[in-house]
């Protein structure tokens, strides 16, 4: 079993070197695209580039700290390094609030983008969004520090408690957004095939672009799901069953899954955004004529 444990915890060192360099690469090259394109909206921009922000600081600090801990797990036991671990802990939590909420706050405004309509500008706006960018990641950066000051076993029931109402609030937004979608891609249909096309065609655009923004939301919920909820569960377990062996080695796969997520998102945001993608094409197109 330790012959396997220390294979396991090598192949992973290797999973996150490969992870951190396409989370470094990918974010980066996605908020410079974010900031020279000017046609998405500036309140879905800031909620956008907060993402990628916090999934940048996963290539930059979280790779690097996880793969320190693993390296440091293969010689001796983590509770020899009480500072490392607790530093490591407490800038993978700050990123992973940071996601959680900045889902969160994607879905809620992408929610109110479809269901507003003209009020969506005067409520919404660029200012407004800021403040909140702001609040998440102040709000992101003082759960670690207070966290380890609460009683464990209320932290854990607090914690408990934000994490699925984060997930429960924002399938529900989510939900909301996908049937409103399909109702109104059944409105571009109809307005496409009517005779006066000139006259639509500034609705069936603002129509196209709402309904390609809330499918990213749509897409950045379901795989941040799919790679979070794995790490929850397992943590949940370990906390039932501290002594399993093969529960640590499951663990520490569900935390690079978790940061796969990180990679994942710029993906998204250049499929479902055309201008964004095409600002990165353009800059590589670039580049590559510069150096010939």
């Known amino acids: 079993m330790v012959g396997a444990l220390y294979s396991s915890n090598i192949a992973n060192i290797v999973f996150n070197a490969v992870l951190c360099f396409f989370a470094i690469t990918l974010n980066g090259a996605t908020i410079y695209a974010l900031r020279k394109t000017p046609s ?11 993402l990628a922000v916090s999934d940048l600081g996963v290539g930059i600090l979280g790779h690097p700290l996880y793969i320190t801990r693993l390296a440091l797990d293969l010689q001796a036991d ?10 490591c802990i407490s800038v993978s939590s700050q990123f992973a609030y940071a996601s959680f909420f900045g889902v969160l706050s994607l879905s809620l405004d992408r929610f109110l983008a479809i269901h507003l ?8 706006t660029y200012q407004r969004v800021v403040t909140a960018v702001i609040s998440v990641w102040v709000l992101s950066g003082l759960i670690p520090l207070i966290w380890p000051q609460i009683p464990i076993h209320i932290a854990y029931v607090l914690i408990a408690i934000v994490l699925v109402s984060c997930f429960v609030v924002s399938g529900v937004l989510t939900s909301k957004i996908y049937a409103t979608v399909r109702r109104h891609a059944h409105q571009i249909h109809s307005l496409q095939v009517q005779p ?17 923004s809330a499918f990213m ?3 950045v919920y379901v795989l941040f799901v799919v790679c979070y909820l794995p790490c929850l ?11 399993l062996a093969i529960l640590k080695a499951v663990h520490q796969y569900t935390i690079t899954l ?3 997520n990180s990679s994942l998102n710029p993906l998204i945001y250049c499929w479902k955004l055309r201008s964004v993608r095409q600002t990165i094409m353009n800059t590589l197109l670039n580049a590559i004529s510069s150096q010939n």
């Open 40 to 50: 998405v909206p500036k309140p879905l921009k800031a909620l956008l580039l907060s």
């Open 78 to 87: 983590l509770t020899s390094f009480p500072t490392f671990y607790a530093v």
């Open 117 to 124: 309509h003209l009020r969506y500008q005067e409520l919404v």
């Open 196 to 212: 006066t096309v000139q006259e639509n065609a500034p609705n069936v655009t603002n129509a196209t672009r709402l309904k390609k």
């Open 217 to 219: 939301t749509i897409y």
């Open 233 to 243: 569960c397992a943590e949940g377990f370990i906390s039932l069953h501290p002594d």
């Open 258 to 260: 978790l940061f796969l």
